[in-house]
């Protein structure tokens, strides 16, 4: 089969005759339709590897059984055996797998999942949005996580495909405002098209007026958003971590002393829980709920994959969300 093969760190080569997953007892041979490139795979694919090589990467994908069914695949396997499986919180478990960073994923045009893993795509969804599945769960555990509640303000930093889709899961659950934050006009225009009317710069002047958020964002991965996210939010407000910053943050002793005054609460958030969520996530996109489209910047062969991952990763070309066809 084609596939886009992790050798080691920075060594991914397109592979036209990798050897095709044989069937396994309780896996189910996914044919790959479409997969998405996370933001996640840029350093490992460039700069860190991955747990083991050569591994096949991607987590963010859809594709056909052979039954027929089009499903959307949810990367995490827990082990279903540890106390954090046991309180059914899987992103806890102490021994999982991962399809696409600890055994082979979707950047090729066949893999095993388990079935557990399988979601089923209304029939009328446009197939391409199934890359989606995956960070819209995980966006929709970011807002459960952060205690917002119908009507209250929210600010967003980071106009990315997450900080996107948590403002479209903000806007389903009753948010009263939603502002998005991005120093990129590019991010920003996608946000505006994705149906979010107030989008600003923080490098505007009148960012200062943005104040007294109820639950605020920080889906950018930077220190300096997560310090104006301190600044922006209520007394008694939310901070919600999402994003990862590759550096050291320092918390100035100004800003950390009002974080204590205003008595702000911060969350962290890693990955998804779709315990009970399936269900009602299906409702949602047969509902329409979710404007995908204006996400997509980039549809590319997996031919092109060695080409492509190394101009996102050295930020030669921009993108939301690119996606391998294949």
Not at 110 to 119: I, S
Not at 240 to 251: H, L, Q
Request: proline fraction near 4%; hydrophobic fraction near 40%; charged fraction near 25%.
């Amino acid at each position: 089969m084609k596939a886009l093969v992790l050798h080691k760190a920075g060594d991914c080569r397109y592979e036209k005759n990798w050897p095709e997953p044989k069937p396994k007892k309780g896996l189910v041979l996914v044919k790959v339709k479409y997969s998405g490139i996370c933001g996640s795979d840029l350093p490992r694919m460039m700069m860190t590897g991955a747990y083991r090589h050569p591994i096949i990467c991607g987590h963010e994908f859809m594709g056909e059984t052979k039954k027929g069914d089009i499903v959307a695949v949810l990367p995490l396997i827990p082990c279903f055996k540890c106390s954090a499986c046991n309180e059914q919180q899987y992103f806890h478990c102490k021994s999982y797998d991962f399809l696409g960073s600890r055994i082979d994923g979707g950047f090729a045009q066949y893999c095993l999942v388990p079935e557990k893993n399988l979601f089923l795509l209304p029939k009328e969804m446009d197939k391409r949005y199934g890359v989606f599945i995956e960070p819209l769960s995980v966006a929709l555990h970011v807002v459960r996580n952060s205690g917002f509640k119908v009507g209250q303000k929210a600010l967003i930093f980071g106009a990315g495909a997450i900080g996107i889709l948590i403002g479209m899961w903000l806007k389903i659950f009753g948010a009263r405002q939603i502002t998005i934050v991005d120093l990129r006009k590019e991010s920003l225009e996608i946000a505006f098209k994705s149906g979010f009317n107030e989008v600003v710069n923080p490098q505007d002047k009148h960012f200062q007026k943005y104040q007294d958020y109820d639950v605020c964002f920080e889906a950018a991965g930077s220190g300096l958003a997560l310090l104006s996210a301190l600044e922006k939010a209520k007394r008694c407000g939310g901070v919600t971590v999402v994003g990862r910053d590759t550096k050291d943050i320092n918390i100035p002793h100004n800003i950390f002393e009002s974080f204590m005054r205003k008595e702000i609460s911060i969350y962290g958030c890693w990955g998804y829980n779709n315990t009970g969520e399936n269900e009602f996530i299906y409702q949602m996109l047969k509902e329409n709920r979710f404007n995908f489209e204006p996400l997509i910047t980039h549809t590319i062969a997996l031919s092109e994959g060695e080409k492509t991952i190394k101009q996102m990763f050295n930020k030669e070309i921009f993108f939301c969300k690119a996606i391998f066809a294949i």
